[in-house]
């Protein structure tokens, strides 16, 4: 992943101060917000996905420690979010005076702390370690996902919840199937083959009709990787395209994926035209 996709927030009420670290984060490819309080660092965060924050210590107000609670108490982390969800890194700023503040920070779950003034080279090597740990969070909170939904399919299995026979066939609907093992549709004659890419999508959408996935949620089931925000949409057009042109060759199929305005797509055989 390019620089250019990471999204950082740098908190700081000293402006010269606050300046300095984005102009230097700005010049190695990063999209850097900007917030002069603690305030106003949490309504961003509530608006906003960051991967990575810059958070001064001691400011007046809402201190960095009270903004850290706020990112650790409403994103908890890998047992409770979404791998697209995960809290950003943060990284504190902290002058001598305030050290064992900063140790504390550490305990409510930043990744590290830079000593006021730090070095352009001391700011950029913990921003790209704090970048590479919340990866590693990622590519974790990945397999863990894809463990949950392999138990999840089994259990479903059991009790019969995906309407699946046997041999796996996903039965959809006016007699159309979906067999898995060999990515094909079928309806009457006519045998509809998908890739294994388009077959991962239908079976993320089978597993769960109804459901309105996230477009980076999406991604990383299909594709098995993370994306920010802005590209999510972009990876899934082309699929969601393909995918949508041989569903059009089904009865109904053609309305069984919705579009879900600035939100991601929904798969519901109910979706059909002959039923309104």
Do not use: C
Not at 85 to 109: C, D
Not at 246 to 260: D, F
């Amino acid at each position: 992943m390019t620089q250019e996709a990471y999204r950082l927030l740098v908190v700081d009420d000293e402006d010269i101060m606050r300046s300095s670290l984005a102009d230097i984060l700005r010049l190695e490819g990063y999209l850097v917000d900007t917030a002069g309080g603690g305030e106003l660092a949490i309504q961003m965060l509530i608006e906003h996905n960051f991967d990575l924050i810059l958070l001064d210590l001691k400011m007046p107000g809402v201190d960095g420690l009270e903004v850290l609670r706020h990112i650790t108490r409403e994103k908890p982390g890998l047992s409770s979010q979404p791998a697209w969800q995960l809290p950003p890194t943060v990284i504190m700023l902290t002058a001598h005076g305030s050290l064992e503040s900063a140790i504390e920070a550490l305990r409510y779950g930043a990744h590290d702390y830079l000593l006021k003034p730090a070095s352009p080279e001391q700011i950029l090597n913990s921003v790209i370690q704090g970048l590479r740990a919340r990866s590693n969070q990622i590519q974790l909170k990945t397999r863990l996902l894809q463990l949950e939904q392999a138990k999840t399919r089994a259990e479903g299995y059991a009790a019969g919840k995906y309407n699946q026979t046997l041999n796996t066939l996903y039965h959809l609907s006016d007699g159309t199937t979906y067999d898995p093992d060999r990515r094909e549709l079928k309806y009457k004659q006519e045998i509809i083959s998908l890739t294994p890419t388009e077959g991962k999508l239908i079976k993320v959408f089978l597993d769960q009709p109804g459901r309105v996935f996230n477009h980076r949620e999406l991604v990383l089931q299909v594709q098995g990787y993370d994306t920010k925000e802005w590209e999510a949409p972009e990876v899934l057009r082309p699929l969601i395209s393909r995918l949508r042109r041989k569903l059009s060759r089904l009865p109904g199929g053609i309305s069984w994926i919705t579009s879900v305005r600035g939100t991601g797509y929904v798969f519901d055989l109910k979706n059909n035209p002959e039923n309104i």
